[in-house]
């Protein structure tokens, strides 16, 4: 008889799904114990006129850096594409960028 394990993959499905059910309860729980409105999940809350400019500076800064690194590097060799032109170095440093501002 074969044995029905469950792969890896599988269970970090099964992780990730268990994860975002606690943090969905998490939220739901807290916002009606503490009767706090829903925010929007894209909502732009700038504080002035200076953040909200910085902010789209960095935008702007990041999608250009993704178009020219992958410009860059779609024209090397596949073994010898720059690490720090890679579209996910880049957006996890526009996210601490982003959240820092």
Known sequence: ??????????????????????????????????????????????????????DWTIRIITIASILIGFIINISRDSTDWFWFLQSWVILFIFIVVSETV
């Not at 269970?11 to 994860?19: G, M, T």
């Not at 503490?34 to 929007?40: E, G």
């Open 1 to 54: 008889m074969y044995s029905i394990e469950p792969t890896l993959g599988l269970r970090f499905i099964s992780l990730l799904a268990i994860i975002l059910l606690f943090w969905i309860s998490f939220n739901t729980i807290m916002r009606k114990w503490l009767k706090v409105k829903k925010k929007k999940l894209f909502s732009y809350n700038h504080v002035n006129e200076k953040h909200k400019k910085m």
